[in-house]
């Protein structure tokens, strides 16, 4: 069974930075592009970064570039993501995500507020 | 940039049938995916490659496209169905959601 399990949310001021990961087990991780999602309190869902199998390529939204970075680490089967620079508007619950969305965790709620 | 535009409610009563479309350009290029969430949940896929259905969602949910629409169809709706329903591309590197549609079914 796909599990992917987030973790690292919490309540942080403005401009402080926070480091979310996700936990993969169940598939083969290595092969597969990753994605974070995130969804701002009773807003949609919108897509924040993806990173490729080898970490050759990172994609990132434009309302996050240059602040977030992603990576991964094939051997401990985990995702990261890296938010600097923390804004309001950051504020929501961040998904990891396989290849295509196929799968998704739980979610780990990130709050930035002062 | 890319959008994609999908109503943001439809309202069945249980057992009719229930369709959410989406638009865009870039439905004209790539395959679109549909995704439900519960409130509380995770979204889960139940449509991609436009029309193919994941094990374990049931019969009722299909997709369809046209042009650049694709269409979630539920025929049936059952009162568990009622949720938010996202429509999904992929795009110049890019995820692409639609801006969601809440479907009640009462």
């Known amino acids: 069974e796909v599990q992917l399990v987030e973790s690292g949310g919490g309540l942080v001021k403005p401009g402080g930075s926070l480091r979310l990961s996700c936990a993969a087990s169940?598939?083969?991780?290595?092969?597969?592009?990753m994605n974070w999602v995130r969804q701002a309190p009773g807003k949609g869902l919108e897509w924040v970064s993806s990173?490729?199998?080898?970490?050759?390529?990172?994609y990132y939204a434009d309302s996050v570039k240059g602040r977030f970075t992603i990576s991964r680490d094939n051997a401990k089967n985990s995702l990261y993501l890296q938010m600097n620079s923390l804004r309001a508007e950051d504020t929501g619950i961040y998904y990891c995500?396989?290849?295509?969305?196929?799968?998704w965790g739980q979610g780990t709620l990130v709050a930035v507020s002062s | 940039s890319y959008e994609l535009t999908q109503p943001s409610s439809v309202s069945v009563s249980p057992g009719q049938t229930a369709r959410i479309t989406c638009s865009g350009d870039?439905?004209?290029?790539?395959?679109g995916r549909w995704f439900q969430q519960k409130p509380g949940q995770a979204p889960v896929l139940v449509i991609y490659?436009?029309?193919e259905r994941p094990s374990g969602i049931p019969e009722r949910f299909s997709g369809s496209r046209s042009g650049t629409t694709v269409t979630l169809t539920i025929s049936g709706a059952q009162v568990e169905d009622e949720a938010d329903y996202y429509c999904?591309?992929?795009?110049?590197?890019?995820?692409?959601f639609g801006g969601g549609t809440k479907l009640t079914v009462l």
């Open positions: 490659k436009d029309s």
């Open positions: 169940g598939f083969t991780f290595s092969p597969y592009i």
């Open positions: 870039v439905v004209a290029k790539k395959y």
């Open positions: 995500a396989t290849e295509g969305c196929d799968y």
């Open positions: 990173i490729t199998s080898g970490s050759t390529y990172m």
């Open positions: 999904y591309s992929a795009a110049d590197n890019n995820l692409l």
